[in-house]
């Protein structure tokens, strides 16, 4: 987010990441629980949602005087993603994300289990202790909604007969539900209309779309020759995206698909297999039908921003913007 | 708890069972989650974290007029105690719990974590949506205290020199907590006085400590080949607890504890290793000094009952007469 315009944006998403720092002082703090708090909130992130909660929140009357309570929020909404990460990470056996270790992987499952458990205790304190009270009970549904969508997620695995319905409901879950909680406190908690609220709320879903069916097929347009980093991650757990459940609604390349997902299930999942999928999938169109999926939500996104003051349906529009496929997609 | 002597003890235990209840109705689970989730609530326990608060919150004057919110504080305090459970069964990698399979063994350590998580997530729903939340912060810290504690053992894994006062610092956290943090609510709750609720407090403090030292010793007094249950799991997952921690102080048996130790890191810990740890433990004065540890604390917790009004002293007293060793113990 280099080009926020808008006048005190970058202040807000400042005061939000002292807060995070502020939540875990490493001098009170010691030995392994010291390193990993450091090593987790130290990371730095895009601060997505905190960034949505305070674009929304200037919707409302009340955001300059809810300011500080509101960059609190967005300090909450951005540790329960941290501890969601942290718990997806044990999920998914990464050793990895976004180049850095894992807790899993640096420090043991056992250790991201209650690394994860401590970050929410302790976001849900800050809840319950800095006059946010008022969210709370909206804040735990979300947190059951992410569980809910891991679950669904892990029981539809190694599925490759999986309704792109059925998928489309453990995303909503595991990543919109954030999305569109941090839209809707933001406009609440400034004191925004009922429909004001209602929009945005709906705005957050359909950007939570966008983003997740975007990483999705990022997948499969990044080329692990060219970029270093292992693609088809997803695939090899047992995780069957959008353009997967898409092109294996096709019968010319189900019989296939359903061979790569066994030899996947069975761990025979190699290189060979890696490049058979991706020309399975794009031979079927279920690249195109994924993108087409993506680029309905960004654009129902950008429709409700036509209600919106000017320049926060600017600064949202310039989101749904930048979160776009590289050119050379070959969709 | 068949002889609760005390009025309608029994009748708010049953409160705080449909509560437990009313929080999961199948009705509105599906799939996996509702197996989870019946499979989770549905266990029968001993209840003693809500009982505590119970007869704690009748030293308080409000206790008629807040017995409802008592009742689901009850609740909220066993639905943390179950959650803990089911992450703490993944580290321990337990497949039984009370002769139960873990929701770890029966589905997944992957479906573990997100059913403790979604189950903390109703909990704390619960806290803001019934009106419990000048509680939530207390709680909220006793759920981090209860992960430091958790963290701190497995920091110790393995480490046949983890000095005693390090042990009982984790205890502290991942056992004594929840038992001080109910007694202490309890009280508060129900408008005790200042002295009556810290009196309370370290009556909580004292029962925990008890509770898992005696959890610790019976691993020791209880026969493998008699109850057919496995024994020292936890000297085979590396948690080294009092009796062996004392035992390993002794010149005498800390050269033979130490070389036990490397065996079960290495994952040679057999039937041999169970005797010949059982012996050394016993041989030391392992056993000796746990117990004069663990009946220190029932002689503090009783002399803390003396202060309370007599029903409620008697009642907790048969809590702490309950807490024994069985004769056999050969101590």
Do not use: W
């Not at 890696?274 to 279920?286: I, N």
């Not at 994924?290 to 409700?304: C, D, F, G, I, N």
């Amino acid at each position: 987010m280099d080009d926020l315009q808008l006048p005190r944006l970058r202040a807000d998403l400042e005061l939000v990441n002292r807060e995070l720092k502020r939540q875990f002082p490493p001098e009170q703090e010691q030995g392994r629980v010291r390193d990993i708090l450091a090593d987790v909130t130290g990371r730095s992130g895009k601060r997505y949602r905190p960034l949505l909660l305070l674009l929304s929140a200037r919707c409302g009357p009340n955001y300059a005087a809810q300011r500080p309570l509101l960059c609190k929020l967005g300090a909450v909404i951005e540790l329960i993603h941290m501890a969601s990460l942290v718990h997806d990470d044990i999920v998914d056996d990464s050793p990895l994300r976004r180049g850095q270790a894992t807790v899993q992987s640096r420090y043991g499952k056992d250790m991201a289990v209650y690394t994860g458990d401590l970050l929410l205790a302790r976001t849900m304190k800050l809840v319950f202790t800095e006059g946010l009270g008022q969210t709370g009970a909206a804040l735990c549904e979300t947190i059951e909604r992410m569980c809910r969508g891991e679950i669904g997620q892990f029981d539809c695995r190694f599925r490759i007969d999986t309704p792109v319905e059925r998928y489309l409901e453990n995303i909503a879950g595991k990543s919109v539900a954030l999305f569109e909680t941090a839209t809707r406190l933001g406009c609440q908690l400034a004191g925004g209309s009922a429909d004001t609220v209602r929009n945005l709320s709906r705005f957050g879903r359909h950007l939570g779309y966008l983003f997740q069916i975007r990483d999705d097929l990022l997948d499969f347009l990044s080329s692990e020759a060219r970029e270093g980093k292992p693609i088809h991650v997803d695939f090899r757990e047992g995780v069957f995206t959008l353009p997967v459940l898409f092109a294996s609604s096709s019968p010319k390349t189900r019989a296939e698909l359903a061979e790569l997902a066994e030899l996947a299930r069975q761990g025979r999942f190699a290189s060979a297999e890696t490049e058979r999928l991706t020309a399975a999938v794009r031979r079927s169109g279920g690249l195109e039908a994924a993108k087409a999926e993506m680029e309905y939500h960004r654009a129902s996104a950008r429709r409700l921003t036509e209600s919106l003051p000017s320049a926060i349906a600017q600064a949202f529009r310039g989101i749904l913007d930048k979160l776009d496929l590289p050119d050379a997609s070959g969709t």
